[in-house]
């Protein structure tokens, strides 16, 4: 009964390859997140979508593309990964999208090699 | 712009010794201030939320905004409280979308 939850938690790549993460949310919200967290902790906004609107951090490179087949889920795909994009990348989801109360994925940690 | 503050990366105390994290933020209006925290191996949760006005788990935070300010006090740290703390800002200008600050890891030492 997980209301966010993610796949993989950890993945582990070559440079230049693709991969996606998943994200699932059974909370019947509206609005769904991806952040970034680097390895100082730092959080970062990459897109945020509901079924109206995409809204993309304008300083996340175009290798990244946030798919949503339904309400209820937003993939994130990379593109030609590189060294840089080793993080843990964190699936939230919210009720509305005026609201900022989340509810977090457990996070997928990504290391390019 | 938005931005949300947390100056102290890591704060250090004893269990029994009041706690103050820190948060300011920058945001000409009205916006909504959280705390989230991530406790070691669990996801990130909502601990505060500003229009609540609630205790939670002993701790608390008033918003300040004369001081744009929203610092997360408790007057007892428990070693439970170890964790990594996030001050985060919500408002129209960003599209509600939550601002996060750097975070500030709390060690509670027995």
């Known amino acids: 009964d997980t209301a966010v939850s993610q796949t993989p938690k950890y993945l582990v790549t070559q440079m230049g390859n693709d991969k996606s993460i998943k994200c699932e949310q059974n909370?019947?919200?509206?609005?769904m997140y991806w952040y970034k967290q680097d390895s100082k902790k730092f959080l970062k906004i990459m897109f945020s979508?509901?079924?109206?609107?995409?809204?993309i951090n304008e300083t996340v490179p175009n290798r990244f593309s946030p798919k949503s087949p339904d309400k209820a889920h937003l993939n994130l795909h990379i593109n030609s990964l590189e060294l840089g994009d080793s993080a843990v990348y964190f699936c939230?989801?919210?009720?509305?999208?005026?609201?900022?109360?989340?509810?977090f994925g457990e996070g997928s940690r990504l290391t390019v090699l | 712009a938005q931005r949300v503050t947390q100056p102290e990366k890591l704060l250090s105390v004893f269990k029994g010794a009041p706690v103050e994290l820190k948060c300011n933020y920058s945001?000409?209006?009205?916006?909504?201030l959280f705390w989230y925290v991530q406790y070691s191996r669990q996801r990130l949760q909502l601990l505060l939320r500003?229009?609540s006005r609630e205790s939670i788990k002993g701790f608390t935070a008033d918003l300040n905004k004369g001081e744009t300010s929203f610092h997360l006090k408790k007057p007892f740290a428990q070693e439970e409280d170890s964790a990594m703390y996030y001050c985060?800002?919500?408002?129209?200008?960003?599209?509600?979308?939550?601002?996060f600050g750097r975070g500030t890891s709390l060690i509670v030492h027995p």
């Open positions: 939230a989801s919210s009720q509305t999208s005026t609201t900022g109360e989340l509810f």
């Open positions: 909370l019947g919200h509206d609005t």
């Open positions: 979508y509901n079924n109206k609107e995409l809204i």
């Open positions: 945001y000409s209006g009205s916006p909504e």
């Open positions: 500003h229009i």
């Open positions: 985060a800002l919500s408002a129209p200008g960003g599209s509600y979308i939550p601002t």
